[in-house]
Each structure stands twice: as structure tokens, then as C-alpha cells.
């Protein structure tokens, strides 16, 4: 069907302190009916009210003594959402707006998953099938329709629930079916900030982030989106994460452009790398001399790939150079120091790095890759975790070979 794209179309998501109560619904529902006198389509997706889930994940495991099935915890669990579109509707229906709120139970519930409860993936090209046929229909109608986030339906039924960041999932999977200009995802925080501000004085709000990037930092200190998420945010579709407190939903913020790296596996460095092992009494309890290690290997402008350490000893994962020169500079640091200390080199390596993973999945999949490696009779000279996946160091010769059992092991095309 041909789309208008004069007619401004967005996916709002609301945060549960953004629904914490009746007077922040009512806010809630004020923010969307200027949007939509404005002549904006707006799809809703709603979180449960305030801490409802925690609420009943807390009494459940109390009542149960945390004896219960998956699947009556999912359809536990997805009653905070249930109970929020609900009242969210009825306050944008109060307001003249005409609203319609989706429950899992009905025959039209848009998003389905697969079975595994607790943390279901969805099955995108049936919500896709789903959101176009019984979501679309009525943003074109002039209606708001208010779709619970977090939860799903399986084929035959029964209520599953997404897994962590499962309301942005859902406003995601939303965005991308029904070609939305931007994703809104509103929450307790006026944008993306720098740092921490429970940990550093007057981080900085970000203009704009590459979701790569946000997943970097996804698992690790931003507690506003998760990497599951992520991975739905479609590469042409902008999301903006803006705070409840200004009350509209065309606020500044920070916006999310790109998406998700997809899975792949490829060379870290075109050029080999070596590892460098030094071992020495509390070597890596000495700044002095790391930081002396760093500056030598700056001034050969050779790459750190990541550093390991133990009590005595460090291991430099490095590009590797011509000239033997750089390692004489890093033994004669060694050298320098009053307890005993040697290195050892091996060069020749070629840098594999595997991207594109949750945190989640990152331990299954490094077992599985390092057993096809063992099956092979292929040695593995390091293997070092980063952000959004891992390196594997292995021979320079064998590269290719690695490179295509990787491939073949995770199903990804080259």
C-alpha cells in the first residue's frame, strides 16, 4: 500500500516510571494527543506502571518459593503491561483521542515469538504479517493503538515475555513493519550521558550515538537499553531517547542512528600480530612499567589488540612489525626492573574476530568455535574477549581455514 510520507509516523515507547501513576499517565496521554492534533500517526507501546514487574516477580518467588513453571511466570509477569495499556487507552479515549489497546489474548495480538519462555526471540516476518494487517489499519483510521511491550504469544497461544529490554524490542519490531520515521523511547533520563552520573560529577548528555557504540556500552554501565534491543533498531530508522519530564514528545534528546552489527567473522588486522608474555614478580601490579610498555609500543605505532595479566606475568596482544626493534625496546624495560623478569614472542598470527553477539550468547558460541578449532587439530595461540564479541589468535597460515570453519560453525555468509 502506498504510504504518504508527508504524514509524520512515529512508535512511542513509555518507560514504567513514565506510567508510574495516575497523574504521569494523564501527562503520558497529554504528550500524545498534541502529536496526533498535529496530524502525527502514533503507535504505542507501553511498559508496565512504575516497578509493577519487579512487584511480581518478588511475590511470585515468595508465594512459590520459587517453584514455578516458565510458563506461568510469563503470563504472570505480563500482567504489569496488561493492566497499562489498558488505563493508558481509556486516558487517551478520556482526552478525545481515539485509542485501542492490544492484549496477547486476542486473535490480533501482533507479535509472536517462539517458545522459549522467560526470554522468547520473536518470529519477525509473522509480526511483521501481524502489525501490518491489524496495527497499520488503524494509525491510517486516525486511532492510537496501545500495545503492551515486553510480552509475546506463541503460535498456539500461550503468553511469553521478551527478555530484558523487551518493551524497546517490541517498539523496534514496530518501527520497522510499519515504516515509521523515528522511534521515541521515552524514559526517566533526559538522554544518553557520558558517564555514569551516580559515579562521575556532571556527565555530559549526548547528542547523538552510533548504536553500535551504544551497545558497547549496552551491558556494561547504561541501564537505559539493552543489546537484545538493539539488535531490532532498523539501520534507517532514528530512535530518540527523551525524558518524561518535558512533557511532549518532541523534546531533545539523545538520538540512536545505525544499527546492530550482524553477526560476522573477519580479520581483526590485514597485517599479522604477535603475543608478548613477560613474567616477573607482581609484574602487573607495577603501573610504572606498564605504562612504559605503553609508551614504547605508541612510539613503534604498533597496535595493542588487549592485555591480559596475572599476578606475574602480562601478555600483549600486538601487531606485529618488521624490525625486531620494538621487542628489544620492550625486553630492555624487562631488563630495567629489580626483580627478575623475562618475555617470550610469538609472532605470526592472524588476529580472527568474531562481532555481533549479546553478552548472553558470547560463552556458548566461544565453546563452540574453540571445540570446531580442537576437531580440526587447530591450535589457538590467545583468545581475548571484547564489547560485542571476541579474538581468536591463531596461525597466520591456517587463517583462511579458520575464517571458513567459523563461517560454516555460525551459519554466517561471507
Given at each position: 500500500?502506498?504510504?504518504?510520507?508527508?504524514?509524520?509516523?512515529?512508535?512511542?515507547?513509555?518507560?514504567?516510571?513514565?506510567?508510574?501513576?495516575?497523574?504521569?499517565?494523564?501527562?503520558?496521554?497529554?504528550?500524545?494527543?498534541?502529536?496526533?492534533?498535529?496530524?502525527?500517526?502514533?503507535?504505542?507501546?507501553?511498559?508496565?506502571?512504575?516497578?509493577?514487574?519487579?512487584?511480581?516477580?518478588?511475590?511470585?518467588?515468595?508465594?512459590?518459593?520459587?517453584?514455578?513453571?516458565?510458563?506461568?511466570?510469563?503470563?504472570?509477569?505480563?500482567?504489569?503491561?496488561?493492566?497499562?495499556?489498558r488505563i493508558l487507552s481509556a486516558a487517551l479515549n478520556a482526552r478525545g483521542i481515539k485509542s485501542r489497546?492490544?492484549?496477547?489474548?486476542?486473535?490480533?495480538?501482533?507479535?509472536?515469538?517462539?517458545?522459549?519462555?522467560?526470554?522468547?526471540?520473536?518470529?519477525?516476518?509473522?509480526?511483521?504479517?501481524?502489525?501490518?494487517?491489524?496495527?497499520?489499519?488503524?494509525?491510517?483510521?486516525?486511532?492510537?493503538?496501545?500495545?503492551?511491550?515486553?510480552?509475546?504469544?506463541?503460535?498456539?497461544?500461550?503468553?511469553?515475555?521478551?527478555?530484558?529490554?523487551?518493551?524497546?524490542?517490541?517498539?523496534?519490531?514496530?518501527a520497522k513493519a510499519l515504516d515509521a520515521d523515528e522511534v521515541i523511547l521515552v524514559t526517566d533520563v533526559e538522554g544518553i550521558m557520558s558517564a555514569d552520573p551516580k559515579l562521575v560529577n556532571n556527565p555530559r548528555k549526548l547528542q547523538v550515538i552510533k548504536a553500535k557504540q551504544l551497545a558497547e556500552l549496552a551491558d556494561l554501565s547504561a541501564r537505559f537499553i539493552h543489546k537484545k534491543a538493539l539488535q531490532y533498531k532498523d539501520e534507517s530508522i532514528n530512535a530518540r531517547v527523551v525524558s518524561y519530564s518535558r512533557d511532549c514528545l518532541d523534546a531533545e534528546g539523545t538520538v540512536i542512528v545505525g544499527s546492530f552489527p550482524k553477526v560476522s567473522v573477519t580479520l581483526a588486522n590485514r597485517s599479522k600480530a604477535m603475543r608478548v608474555t613477560m613474567v616477573g614478580k607482581a609484574i602487573s601490579e607495577d603501573p610504572s612499567i606498564i605504562l612504559e610498555i605503553a609508551r614504547e609500543l605508541i612510539n613503534h605505532q604498533i597496535f595493542i589488540f588487549g592485555i591480559s595479566a596475572n599476578n606475574d606475568s602480562l601478555t600483549w596482544y600486538l601487531s606485529q612489525t618488521e624490525s625486531n626493534s620494538p621487542l628489544q625496546s620492550l625486553h630492555s624495560i624487562l631488563l630495567s626492573r629489580k626483580q627478575e623478569s623475562a618475555m617470550a614472542v610469538r609472532k605470526d598470527l592472524a588476529p580472527i574476530k568474531v562481532e555481533g553477539l549479546r553478552l548472553e550468547e558470547e560463552h556458548s558460541i566461544a565453546s563452540k568455535l574453540l571445540e570446531s578449532l580442537r576437531v580440526k587439530g587447530i591450535d589457538f595461540a590467545g583468545f581475548f574477549p571484547i564489547t560485542l564479541g571476541f579474538l581468536v589468535f591463531v596461525d597466520w597460515s591456517v587463517k583462511d581455514s579458520v575464517l571458513n570453519l567459523f563461517e560454516k560453525t555460525l551459519e554466517v555468509k561471507s
Open positions: 500500500m502506498y504510504r504518504n510520507k508527508k504524514i509524520r509516523r512515529v512508535v512511542a515507547k513509555f518507560g514504567g516510571k513514565s506510567l508510574a501513576d495516575g497523574e504521569r499517565i494523564h501527562q503520558t496521554a497529554r504528550a500524545i494527543a498534541r502529536e496526533v492534533e498535529e496530524g502525527v500517526q502514533v503507535a504505542v507501546i507501553a511498559s508496565a506502571l512504575g516497578n509493577t514487574t519487579d512487584t511480581l516477580i518478588n511475590i511470585t518467588n515468595q508465594a512459590t518459593e520459587g517453584k514455578i513453571k516458565p510458563g506461568e511466570i510469563d503470563e504472570i509477569l505480563s500482567m504489569g503491561e496488561r493492566i497499562s495499556v489497546y492490544f492484549d496477547p489474548v486476542e486473535e490480533d495480538w501482533p507479535i509472536i515469538t517462539n517458545d522459549h519462555f522467560i526470554n522468547a526471540e520473536p518470529l519477525l516476518t509473522e509480526c511483521s504479517r501481524r502489525i501490518k494487517k491489524h496495527v497499520l489499519p488503524l494509525l491510517e483510521q486516525g486511532m492510537v493503538p496501545v500495545i503492551a511491550g515486553f510480552i509475546g504469544k506463541t503460535l498456539d497461544g500461550h503468553v511469553t515475555t521478551i527478555g530484558r529490554g523487551g518493551s524497546d524490542t517490541t517498539a523496534f519490531i514496530l
